[in-house]
T-cell receptor, first 111, second 115 residues
Framework: LAKTTQPISMDSYEGQEVNITCSHN???????ITWYQQFPSQGPRFIIQ???TKVTNEVASLFIPADRKSSTLSLPRVSLSDTAVYYC????????????FGTGTKLQVIP | EAQVTQNPRYLITVTGKKLTVTCSQN?????MSWYRQDPGLGLRQIYY???????DKGDVPEGYKVSRKEKRNFPLILESPSPNQTSLYFC??????????????FGSGTRLTVV
């Protein structure tokens, strides 16, 4: 599975757009990029998933450049409730191997 | 309601006393997995199972055992717990073909303290 690198932490004020970038230089052709959100003492939950270009849902957008060696999770107009750890995962859709979450990016939203 | 149920939520035990943390899912998922989470270390996979009677080691399997005798259950067994196994544990499940599509469903976690 592709190794991912994310910033350890980020701070943002309420109402701002937040972009969290994940590097995955050795992404394979059949790998998808998936982002999870985890609140303290809760299990992670799925946010968004994409393969290339841009994906948007009601929660976030995911931007993937043509070379797919990185991806950016964009959270529009964050609120205090978006304070959480965000994980980037890369792997095949039919993944059946070890799944490594890494340490994620701790986002702190400031009033 | 589709869910992954872990029990117990909290457990304090003594070194060397065997314990089992149960995990059950009601979604007919093939893939199940156990993680432990420690401050600064993120989520680390302990064991995973692709289906009944098929299990394999994750990144940190030492000191743990699992079994998958039924599709819905995937218990985590600590034969002789030690203080370094004090952690927050999560069970997760997924359809085998959708792990990286729509991902895992996680349980609520079990906070284990070994004294």
């Amino acid at each position: 599975l592709a190794k991912t690198t994310q910033p350890i932490s980020m701070d943002s004020y309420e109402g701002q757009e937040v972009n969290i970038t994940c590097s995955h230089n050795n992404i394979a052709t059949n790998d998808y990029i998936t982002w999870y959100q985890q609140f303290p003492s809760q299990g992670p939950r799925f946010i968004i998933q994409g393969y290339k270009t841009k994906v948007t849902n009601e929660v976030a957008s995911l931007f993937i450049p043509a070379d797919r060696k990185s991806s950016t999770l964009s959270l529009p107009r964050v609120s205090l409730s978006d304070t959480a750890v965000y994980y980037c995962l890369v792997g095949p859709s039919g993944g059946y191997q070890k799944v490594t979450f890494g340490t994620g990016t701790k986002l702190q939203v400031i009033p | 309601e589709a869910q992954v149920t872990q029990n117990p939520r909290y457990l304090i035990t003594v070194t060397g006393k065997k314990l089992t943390v149960t995990c059950s899912q009601n979604m007919n998922h093939e893939y199940m997995s156990w993680y432990r989470q420690d401050p600064g270390l993120g989520l680390r996979q302990i064991y995973y199972s692709m289906n009944v009677e098929v299990t394999d080691k994750g990144d940190v399997p030492e000191g743990y055992k699992v079994s998958r005798k039924e599709k819905r259950n995937f218990p985590l067994i600590l034969e002789s717990p030690s203080p370094n196994q004090t952690s927050l544990y999560f069970c997760a499940s997924s359809p085998l073909t959708e792990i990286f599509n729509y991902g895992y469903t996680f349980g609520s976690g079990t906070r284990l303290t070994v004294v």
